[in-house]
């Protein structure tokens, strides 16, 4: 499926037009920064107490952002906030403020630093702080800190800081949040790009004035990159020339103003949306500038619904705004910036020519490749200097480290394919959250995307499928990327997987005797994302022994009794991909059923959900009814099918068994039966939930079917003496 994409002509005629843009029915009064003091105290007054603020330990006063651009895309940004302490706990959260940056892409300078207190007293604090690294795990990029430390505050009390940046924040591929980033080793760099060709437009309809349309045709053509790099070439947004940004207004705690202003030079007018509520907006201009105003008041505290709650990007009002006019120009950079990394070296080709031997199908081959990236580069980024997080480096570079992360794996992958003679291009995409229309940096992981001889594109992910049998991770569905190509693709999104592609599956064989003694065994396997699952259930408890404590765990759920034979515990080998995983242990259970004089009660053992790991089944833990205003993400389509024989003992009779349960919705579904046959009890349950993302108007259906599935254990089984 492809999204539908801006027309270049109409960007910038829209742009050039400067039509004014709100989100709400009307035009909000602009928030006036306080002209001084006497001001600025007013404001913090008028903040309100702890009560006035539902109960918020901390309030923003006031957020203001003004970003001026220049021709070549380097911007400067004064920020402007003042929080203001509400309680003894606010205190202890404003013992110092954090200003994070990146010293390869920006630099940030705290012009000023002070505390009014509750009294109006003003105290100017030194500005000098601390840079210091930034908590960070997997990906070692440099990011950097300032920590300003602030003196005591009581209820009453605010901070003031005012500070500029010069550079970029967001740049392709690199998210500290996802499992993705650099290489380590080596000191090479990629080479210049060339100078891109220029874009043909789309011809505009009758009636538009040519002078219009020429501003437009003139805004969708490629900047040049820079010929000499000079001091502040590192503050220039990878995509030179243009500029873009996604603006949120919430914070983790009440916001009265946040306001943002940014001006573009007249020649490059800027597109942009607003998107999951409202923001007030207005655009307006001088001799030099287009200049472009949002803000929102009265901003209540953001709160996460506890895990798997949609992200914060679908759900938190936003502003994405870019100079580029459309998907196909920032597809066609990504193309040109990363097109001198792929060469394949002598030593790779070897490789290649290894991993494929003896294979006689592309998909063979490919799989091959796609897994050889995936399981033989470690996921680990150091920083390599310039081009960090947004260029993939030289396959060569790659191969001699092993190390690297989502882009590398990604680059390493396209390099071995295209010596195989496959036509391979990186892409970038969005795990996680949606990416809207306007092209400005919505990405947090790199990809491989496969052009067939049709010319449809197969989608390879070497970094999330380690220990998996897929080539792309079902986890991945419904998920927008952007391919770089010389031609320039569209924003497109991967398909939805149906559930039943990723089913875990319980086989049990089990029987009760006249003491109530269960015993018996049982086999987990799965297909697709629930396959990888439980590979890396398996990694997790990496030692021998572990492994056996891991069965003990998932079968403790029949009681606390349990005893599993370690001679009779096996699995197949975790890294053989191509060999569906099972696992399979043998059990008892003393004291499972409940034996009378007249007879005995249990319940159906498999019904008791032996597998509920957040890995394997999150879906679990998300039930419990109420209201949602945000939707769940349990990434990928489940489904648990599980079926048992139940030797019934010799001497007693089925007296009563569990009504069989159907309940389908849209989101979810659960079916279960029981049929006697002889003395063999057979069961089944097949559990489905539908789809990755739960919305929050379908949750009451979604917990509908979790909750009654968990309830399957509290309906007995009972057994009449003879």
Request: proline share 8%; glycine share 8%; with cysteine.
């Amino acid at each position: 499926m492809r999204m539908p994409v801006f027309p270049t002509w109409l960007a910038g005629l829209l742009a050039a037009l400067l039509l004014a843009v709100a989100a709400g029915p009307a035009l909000a009064q602009e928030p006036v920064a306080p002209a001084d003091d006497d001001a600025l105290r007013a404001l913090v007054e008028d903040a309100g107490d702890k009560d006035a603020n539902d109960g918020a330990d901390v309030v923003t006063v006031l957020k203001r952002t003004d970003v001026t651009v220049e021709e070549s895309g380097l911007s400067h940004i004064r920020n402007h906030e003042v929080i203001k302490c509400l309680s003894e706990q606010g205190a202890a959260q404003l013992a110092r403020l954090r200003l994070d940056f990146d010293p390869a892409s920006n630099v940030v300078v705290v012009e000023s630093l002070r505390v009014i207190r509750a009294d109006g007293t003003i105290e100017e604090l030194d500005t000098a702080g601390v840079d210091l690294p930034q908590p960070q795990w997997a990906i070692y990029w440099g990011a950097q800190m300032k920590l300003l430390p602030l003196p005591r505050l009581a209820p009453g009390d605010a901070v003031e800081v005012r500070s500029y940046m010069k550079g970029f924040l967001i740049a392709y591929l690199n998210d500290q949040d996802s499992p993705w980033g650099p290489v380590g080793g080596g000191e090479e760099q990629p080479a210049p790009a060339p100078a891109p060709e220029p874009v043909p437009a789309p011809a505009p309809p009758p009636g538009v004035p040519q002078q219009l349309i020429d501003m437009a045709q003139q805004a969708a053509q490629p900047a040049a990159p820079l010929a000499e790099e000079d001091d502040e070439s590192r503050y220039i947004p990878p995509m030179r020339g243009h500029f873009y940004d996604v603006v949120y207004f919430h914070d983790h705690h009440p916001v009265k103003q946040r306001h943002y202003t940014v001006r573009t030079p007249k020649d490059k007018p800027l597109q942009y949306e607003v998107h999951n509520g409202e923001v007030q907006a207005y655009v307006t201009f001088d001799q030099q500038h287009h200049i472009y105003s949002f803000w929102r008041t009265d901003v209540p505290a953001y709160h996460e619904e506890g895990r798997y709650a949609e992200e914060y990007p679908d759900t938190e009002p936003k502003v994405v705004m870019a100079t580029v006019p459309d998907w196909g120009q920032k597809s066609r950079w990504f193309a040109q910036v990363n097109e001198p990394q792929f060469e394949a070296t002598p030593a790779i080709q070897a490789m290649v020519d290894t991993i494929t031997a003896g294979l006689e199908t592309d998909d063979e081959k490919i799989r091959a490749i796609n897994h050889w990236a995936a399981n033989e580069i470690r996921y680990s980024g150091i920083s390599m200097g310039k081009g960090e997080g947004y260029t993939l480096h030289s396959g060569e570079m790659i191969f001699r480290d092993r190390s690297g992360v989502c882009k590398d794996k990604a680059g390493m992958a396209i390099v071995m394919l295209r010596a195989a003679g496959y036509t391979v291009y990186p892409a970038m995409t969005m795990a996680g959250a949606r990416v809207e229309r306007v092209p400005a940096d919505q990405f947090n992981h790199c990809v491989v995307a496969l052009q067939g001889n049709g010319g449809d594109w197969q989608m390879l992910d070497p970094t999330w499928v380690t220990f998996s049998p897929e080539n792309w991770s079902s986890a991945e569905g419904e998920q927008h990327y952007v391919i770089g190509t010389p031609q320039g693709e569209e924003l497109m999104i991967t398909q939805a997987f149906p559930p039943e592609d990723n089913k875990l599956v319980v086989r049990a064989v089990t029987a009760i005797d006249a003491q109530g003694v269960l015993s018996g065994s049982v086999t987990f396997s799965g297909l697709g994302y629930a396959d990888q699952r439980l590979r890396r259930e398996m990694v997790h408890y990496s030692a021998g022994r572990d492994r056996q404590a891991w069965f003990e765990q998932v079968l403790s759920e029949l009681g606390p009794t349990v005893s599993v034979d370690p001679v009779q515990v096996s699995y197949a080998a975790i890294q053989d991909v191509e060999t569906p995983i099972s696992y399979t242990a043998h059990f008892r259970v003393p004291g499972y059923a409940l034996v009378t004089d007249d007879g005995m009660v249990f319940a159906q053992p498999t019904a008791a959900h032996l597998l509920t790991t957040s890995r394997l089944a999150p879906y679990l833990g998300l039930g419990g009814g109420g209201e949602r205003s945000q939707g769940l993400l349990i990434w990928a389509p489940r489904m648990r099918d599980v079926r048992e024989t139940l030797t019934l003992p010799a001497g007693f009779t089925l007296a009563h068994q569990p009504e069989d349960v159907t309940i389908d919705h849209g989101i979810a579904s659960l079916v279960t039966s029981t049929q006697l046959r002889g003395r063999k009890l057979e069961y089944s349950q097949q559990l489905q939930i539908k789809r990755r993302f739960i919305p929050a108007d379908q949750y009451g259906d979604f917990s509908e079917v979790v909750d009654t599935a968990l309830g399957l254990p509290d309906e007995a089984i009972v057994l009449e003496r003879r």
